[in-house]
């Protein structure tokens, strides 16, 4: 412990590493299965992450499970733990990762590959399952990153692919069972196999025609993915921890529905969190007091992927604000579309500014990606907004998407120019207009209409930055946009397959980690790794046709590969698919769970 | 008005100024005592805490002083059942008007104890009485200057050091001065550092901020 205490002297934000934050359950308990949840990203990243809290919650309150986080160190931290000879620790008890029965590690996105092997080095733990014996512990992976895990299947000895609230504590259970007997893994992993969502990747040999594309996947079952049918009666954390340190989302979570039945075709969220339920106003008031007088934060975030489209949003937030605990809490609607601006309800947060996401520029081009908003809708929300008194005005776009010509992306300088004009006519102060535009690559994604697209070249997507940054360079204006080889990465990632793990092993060991952060991101290295391993990354950017066979064909989210073949085709047609609220469209998800996506709104 | 005494130690040490603020905000909602709000556009509770200290080092002995009308009997036990570990309240008092913790808190206690500087006695003698110059590191930029003027008192017993600095407008940071002892001695084993103290000055006299909780 005095080592310890003489490192967090020489690192930066040591609160980062030592826990003790309010609400941490009672770590002294006896107890018969330990899991530690780990998210290969730093502290304030991570302690915003809605799942975790959900899973630790769920699993420290079994009387006989204890449950600890780890987080991936930030390199400061991480060569103090190497020099010291100190294994990488869980914040609660400070024990090393290697002493836990179970690992759980949360896939977010792609670019945390590498900080995933960080961390099972730093914790001294082999990363292939295959050299990990029974000594070590169950290595489990999940969360958003888990619809495609190919990447990094060799790594880990089972995933959780889709909700896991339920069926993590049925997996823990299981091995606990194991564990008092002499067993091995594979019979272990036998078992668990049969639990609905669980992937088992050393039951699936994976073959390959000669040139790189899937001949076939052994064993030719399908896993499908996982949901809570009864979102309205699932467990939900009313005591989280509270941070001691400001992280990211710094505010109490509501989270209002799962899924989304706008369709926009390049959102694999979207799709793959269908069918959509909801939560009840009764209840979603009953969390929220509960969850205001747990925590202590006036900052609520009412949270969904469209919390314009919760059919009660009116009722629900004047129910929250009828209540005696809940009545001085700021609510904070992010993810609101351009269609449901609600002013009436955001003008007594303190901030001023609001933010849109129209994606393209054109209607053209929206008809194509699906994402169903007009020009008029863009008028009369910045209208709204303007006449409300805000002043600052964050957009939303992607460039590279399927179909995009030099047009599609002029007209999104014409957006920003009829923000500037609108403002003119409406403000309600003397304040200059700020205008952020953020512009972000598009990653073909796996489980979404494009999933067959190409990602762009080079030049041309360097091209459309250009075209914006010379038209954006105006007073007032601010434009980011994302780093060209960082998102073809993702791209490669996003559909890859079993091979890319040797890939990533040789990024790690050549020194790339916290690949997401632009100031660690090592592109030449990763460009060697591909070399080193006889692939090629142009093979997972290019166009891919119908009769392939993809790396994530095995998983059943409940949408058909059918429903999405046909909206792509609907796409190259500049044709809509409606808002399935107004009346379902067999996606196919509902042979999950009931789909709630046409409740009627009031 | 309450004033209160405070201690944050263990793990606790490394939570910056900033936070503790917020950390304080969320303690006192969690635990219903009704806080003032400043006025304006971004309102928030008004607390007035005493300077700030570097962070990782154990105190015992801060201060903060909060408008609110709860009764002080109660405060020391409401508040430490919402707040989060390391964190202490150990007295409380109603007061009426704010003593301004941050602006009379000139002056700070430390005890430190240094694994065989008890066979430095002499040097530790020797500091008083002459300029003790310094050469340290401050915002990237390499400073020295003589910090014999900020201090009040160095006590020794054996391995253990008990100090008195300034710690006001003018500061002498601990963490300064136990580096600079270590190179003077070669000595590596810091065994405790703890903040036990703060005073303010009355016609030259260092009174403990602990009177103020006196009746």
Request: charged residues 25%; hydrophobic residues 35%.
């Amino acid at each position: 412990m005095d080592k310890l205490n003489k490192i967090l002297q020489n690192v930066n934000k040591p609160a980062r590493y030592t826990g003790g934050e309010y609400n941490t359950p009672k770590m002294d308990k006896p107890f018969s299965a330990s899991v530690c949840l780990c998210f290969p990203d730093i502290y304030e990243v991570a302690m915003s992450n809605l799942g975790l809290k959900i899973l630790y919650n769920i699993l420290n309150n079994q009387k006989n499970i204890i449950c600890e986080r780890c987080f991936a160190p930030f390199p400061d931290m991480g060569q103090q733990l190497k020099e010291n000879d100190i294994p990488l620790f869980s914040l609660e008890r400070k024990v090393p990762l290697k002493k836990f029965d179970i690992l759980g590690i949360s896939l977010q996105y792609e670019m945390c590959y590498t900080s995933i092997l960080y961390m099972m080095s730093l914790a001294k733990i082999p990363f292939y399952a295959a050299c990990r014996d029974e000594s070590y512990p169950l290595i489990i992976g999940g969360g958003p990153g888990s619809l495609n895990p190919e990447p990094v299947a060799d790594f880990f000895d089972l995933f959780i692919i889709g909700e896991a609230e339920e069926n993590l504590l049925e997996v823990v259970n299981l091995y606990e069972k194991y564990k008092k007997t002499e067993f091995t893994k594979t019979e272990f992993l036998k078992q668990a196999a049969k639990i609905t969502g669980v992937y088992v990747p050393q039951f699936a040999k994976v073959s390959y025609f000669p040139d790189g594309k899937i001949e076939k996947t052994e064993s030719g079952y399908k896993i499908q993915k996982s949901i809570i049918k009864d979102l309205d009666n699932v467990y939900y954390p009313v005591s989280p921890l509270v941070p001691n340190i400001e992280i990211v989302h710094d505010r109490n979570v509501l989270e209002l529905f799962r899924g989304c039945t706008r369709g926009c075709r390049f959102c694999q969220a979207g799709m793959a969190s269908r069918p959509v339920r909801y939560k009840s106003v009764r209840n979603l008031t009953n969390l929220c007091e509960q969850l205001s007088k747990n925590t202590g934060y006036l900052e609520t975030s009412l949270s969904s992927l469209s919390t314009g489209d919760y059919p009660q949003l009116k009722e629900l937030i004047d129910s929250i604000k009828n209540n005696d605990y809940c009545k001085n809490l700021k609510l904070q609607l992010p993810s609101l579309r351009a269609d449901s601006f609600l002013g009436e309800y955001l003008s007594e947060s303190r901030k001023s500014s609001l933010t849109f996401a129209p994606e393209a520029g054109s209607q053209r081009l929206r008809d194509v990606i699906n994402k169903n908003i007009t020009k008029d809708d863009i008028i009369s929300c910045l209208t709204a907004a303007f006449e409300k008194g805000f002043s600052s005005v964050k957009l939303y776009f992607m460039i590279g998407l399927p179909t995009e010509t030099e047009q599609d992306v002029k007209e999104i300088l014409e957006i920003v120019n009829l923000a500037k004009s609108l403002y003119k006519k409406y403000k309600k102060s003397k304040k200059e207009l700020k205008i952020t535009v953020s512009i972000s690559t598009f990653v073909p994604k796996p489980f979404t209409p494009f999933q067959y697209e190409k990602f762009n070249e080079k030049s041309q997507i360097e091209r459309m930055q250009e075209i914006l940054r010379s038209g954006l360079k105006q007073k007032n204006v601010s434009f980011s946009y994302n780093d060209y080889n960082l998102s073809r990465l993702e791209a490669v990632f996003s559909r890859g397959d079993r091979r890319l793990s040797k890939v990533i092993e040789t990024a790690f060991n050549d020194g790339c980690k916290f690949d997401g952060w632009l100031e660690f991101f090592k592109y030449p290295l990763w460009e060697k790794a591909f070399e080193k391993n006889g692939l090629n990354m142009e093979f997972y950017l290019q166009e891919k046709s119908e009769e392939e066979i993809l790396p994530w064909d095995f998983i059943d989210i409940g949408v058909t590969k059918n429903f999405l073949t046909t909206e792509c085709q609907k796409a190259k047609l500049n044709k809509t698919t409606n808002n399935c609220q107004n009346g379902c469209l067999n996606c196919g998800a509902k042979k999950l769970g009931e789909c709630f996506a046409f409740l009627e709104k009031q | 008005m309450i004033i209160m005494k405070y201690s944050k130690t263990g793990f606790a040490s490394y939570i910056p100024h900033l936070d503790t603020l917020r950390v304080f905000m969320r303690t006192l909602t969690r635990a219903n005592i009704e806080v003032e709000y400043s006025e304006g556009f971004n309102p928030h509770m008004c607390l007035y805490f005493s300077n700030p200290i570097p962070l990782g080092l154990n105190t015992i002995a801060e201060y903060c002083a909060i408008s609110t009308e709860f009764e002080a009997a109660d405060f020391v036990k409401e508040f430490n059942k919402f707040c989060p570990q390391g964190l202490q309240c150990l007295k409380a008092k109603n007061l009426k008007k704010n003593p301004n913790f941050a602006n009379i808190l000139s002056v700070s206690e430390y005890k430190i104890e240094i694994e065989g500087l008890n066979n430095f006695s002499s040097l530790i003698s020797g500091l008083k009485n002459k300029p003790f110059i310094i050469s340290y590191n401050s915002k990237g930029q390499n400073k020295s200057k003589d910090f014999a003027p900020l201090i009040y008192s160095i006590i020794q017993t054996g391995d253990n050091l008990t100090c008195v600095f300034s710690s006001g407008a003018e500061n002498l940071r601990h963490d300064i001065f136990i580096s600079e002892i270590l190179r003077l001695t070669s000595l590596t084993n810091v065994k405790e550092v703890l903040k036990t103290a703060q005073y303010f000055k009355e016609n030259n006299q260092l009174i403990n901020a602990d009177i103020l909780f006196e009746n």
